[in-house]
């Protein structure tokens, strides 16, 4: 069945260091969506890409979506304690209209 | 409309008994899902609905878990004779349908806590 695997798992980083998450599919997705979860809250959404080789930013974030649409990243420049949590990417395939969620990257953030 | 309600926040029962919860999505979603959440993993699904139909509920659901949306807008989530197991946080969310069939992005609710003792 289809599987959506992220990497690294963890990640501690300086505050303003970069931040990158990837996300890999093991089939070609029709769609792809990024969520962050607080600790303690639920996951609230960020952004979706669509179409192939898609770019999107907000801010100091940004996303992208792999040519082949299998693959997925986001990027947080200059990071900020306020982007402690955990990162999850989700994407659905073909016709099934439900969302694999990856296991989710969890960044901390050193002051 | 303040966005997808869960209740109870939180709740604690005796092996064996059976629960319900309860999910009131954004008013203008047609789509609602129900998932389950576990300490450090990601949210497991376990079933969606489009307006009143449930059109996919996970095969790791055993028959003790059932789900209704009767009128298309709230939705009850059943677990009978709970088990230790079934201790998670159960998070409803809802969207709507855009072109496709895809989604638009998941608000979700605040989630309801189990803790089977």
């Known amino acids: 069945g289809q599987q959506v695997m992220q990497i690294p798992q963890y990640q501690h980083v300086q505050e303003g260091e970069d931040f990158t998450t990837y996300c890999n599919s093991s089939?070609?997705?029709?769609?792809i969506q990024w969520y962050k979860q607080r600790p303690g809250g639920h996951p609230v959404f960020l952004i979706q890409?669509?179409?192939s080789g898609e770019v999107k930013k907000q801010k100091r974030l940004t996303f992208q979506f792999g040519e082949a649409k299998k693959n997925s990243s986001l990027h947080i420049t200059a990071t900020q304690t306020t982007d402690v949590g955990t990162y999850f990417c989700?994407?659905?395939?073909?016709?099934?209209?439900?969302?694999?969620w990856g296991l989710g990257t969890s960044l901390a953030v050193n002051p | 409309d303040t966005g997808v309600s869960q209740d109870p926040r939180h709740k604690i029962t005796k092996r064996g008994q059976n629960v319900t919860f309860r999910c009131d999505p954004i008013?203008?979603?047609?789509?609602l899902y129900w998932y389950r959440q576990t300490l450090g993993q990601g949210p497991e699904f376990l079933t969606y609905?489009?307006?009143?139909?449930?059109?996919?509920k996970s095969r790791l659901l055993s028959d003790r878990f059932s789900a209704e949306r009767p009128k298309g807008s709230f939705s009850t989530l059943e677990i009978q004779r709970t088990e230790q197991g079934d201790s998670a946080m159960y998070l409803c969310?809802?969207?709507?349908?855009?072109?496709?069939?895809?989604?638009?992005?998941?608000?979700f609710g605040s989630g309801t806590r189990l803790t089977v003792v």
């Open positions: 969310a809802s969207s709507l349908a855009g072109g496709g069939g895809i989604s638009h992005g998941y608000t």
């Open positions: 989700a994407g659905s395939a073909g016709n099934n209209r439900k969302l694999i």
């Open positions: 089939t070609t997705l029709s769609n």
């Open positions: 890409l669509v179409k």
């Open positions: 609905f489009q307006n009143e139909a449930q059109l996919e």
């Open positions: 008013s203008e979603h047609n789509r």
